[in-house]
């Protein structure tokens, strides 16, 4: 470099002829002028530069503040997967010093071995434009001491000026705390439908004993009694009047207890459902039903007994019982469609009334007892149920169960 290219340059501040403060620079550059050494002074206002500068230099230290205060952690890798910035909360949750973490690649790293190659596969795909880029995944993270917590990503790429990928900015949440809670939670939950559905079972069980004994003692003893009481008053005298009346009147009583006893064993257990079959006790069940309620039922039944398997039967019962002890209390309806189709492997029910509708805010409150247990026995039958309620168009119930194969 000659002596003539040299040159010094200061910042400094000068007041204007207004009074005003500025921010300079000076440039001072050797000169030879008329052959003689002088000296060129250039002096630039750089005020503005400099309040520019410092904007940025503040802001950048806000961003950082931003990351570091951050409640997820903040990464970013470069195009080889490199990690060239990660915040406080993300190396809080790695375990690891911030040093220790930029310049390793992440993969290799920080991705558990079974992932490794998989994950490095997508990341460059990625990059490269070849697959659509994820917003938000989830994936598991090796920590320090090889511990494994679950992150949730939310991912952004970014691009320099012409347009190129070169790094991926991630924000990720530690969500291995709320998996483990879910999972708890539907696990329980599980366990309680199972449960449910256990209770429900052996409460079937008891009525058919109960159901039993009813039958076979007390309607067996009344029938004996009905019997006796016939035979005395046949051996009665004519003028035996009071005491014929007595006896009459113990028969009709007698009758009248065999029927309830009767009406009571039938709905407690159906017996019709084990004697005849599920159809005949659909069908004597909505006759009956049409003689208590002023609902007129249509009954359209396309599928034959055998398409039933017989462990569902007392549930198809009690569905179809349940749904029309609704339209009956609560839906003011004047027609119920009952309908048994099949489709594909599947029997699908439909009961459908023409009432008020079901609000669907009853489908999720906690004390619809009648409508989880329909849920609960739908699932019983390894089948699916659902509500479709319209503002007095009425209501559609749907159960759909596999056929008996
Ligand atoms: N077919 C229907 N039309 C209109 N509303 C209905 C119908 N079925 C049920 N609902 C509404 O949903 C609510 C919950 O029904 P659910 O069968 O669970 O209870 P419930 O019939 O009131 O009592 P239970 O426990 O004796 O069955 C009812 O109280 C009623 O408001
Ligand atoms: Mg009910």
């Not at 009406?263 to 257990?269: C, K, V, Y």
């Not at 004390?367 to 209501?395: D, V």
């Amino acid at each position: 470099m000659s002596g003539a290219d040299k040159h010094y340059t200061i910042d400094d501040k000068f007041i204007t002829l207004k009074g005003n403060v500025i921010d300079v620079e000076v440039t001072a550059v050797p000169i030879l002028f008329d052959n003689k050494r002088a000296i060129q002074v250039i002096v630039r206002d750089v005020t503005e530069r400099k309040r520019a500068a410092q904007q940025i230099l503040k802001e950048r230290n806000r961003a950082e503040q931003y990351l570091e205060s951050a409640q997820v952690m903040m990464l970013f890798l470069n195009e080889k997967g490199i990690v060239k910035m990660i915040n406080r909360k993300g190396s809080e949750i790695l375990g690891y010093s911030k040093q220790y973490i930029i310049g390793e690649n992440w993969f290799e790293k920080f991705i558990p071995k079974e992932d490794t190659a998989k994950m490095k596969e997508i990341f460059a795909s990625a990059i490269k434009g070849e697959i659509d880029f994820v917003q938000y995944y989830e994936n598991p993270v090796l920590c320090r001491y090889n511990k494994v917590r679950i992150i949730g990503w939310h991912n952004n790429f970014v691009k320099d000026s012409s347009g190129e990928i070169y790094g991926v900015l991630s924000s990720g949440e530690d969500i291995t705390e709320s998996i483990r809670l879910k999972n708890e939670l539907q696990k329980s939950n599980e366990e309680l439908t199972r449960l449910s559905i256990h209770m429900r079972d052996i409460r079937e069980k008891e009525r058919l004993s109960l159901a039993r004994e009813l039958h076979d003692d007390l309607g067996q003893a009344l029938t004996a009694i009905k019997m006796d009481l016939m035979f005395s008053m046949s051996s009665l005298r004519e003028e035996d009047e009071l005491l014929k009346k007595k006896l009459n009147s113990a028969m009709d009583l007698t009758a009248h207890s065999i029927k309830t006893t009767q009406q009571i064993t039938s709905e407690l257990r159906p017996s019709m459902i084990d004697d005849l079959g599920l159809i005949p006790a659909v069908e004597w069940y909505t006759s009956q039903f049409m003689e208590r309620s002023s609902i007129k039922i249509n009954l359209d039944i396309d599928v034959e007994e055998s398409a039933f398997k017989n462990d569902f039967k007392i549930n198809i019962y009690r569905i179809l019982q349940e749904c029309l002890t609704n339209a009956a209390r609560h839906s003011k309806a004047s027609r119920v469609s009952i309908k048994f189709k099949k489709q594909n492997n599947n029997v699908i029910l439909t009961i459908n009334d023409n009432g008020i509708g079901l609000e669907s805010s009853k489908l999720t409150d906690p004390n619809s007892f009648g409508l989880i247990g329909l849920k609960e026995r739908a699932y019983s039958l390894n089948g699916k149920i659902s509500f479709k309620g319209k503002k007095n168009k009425g209501t559609l119930v749907e159960v759909v169960f596999p056929l008996n194969k």
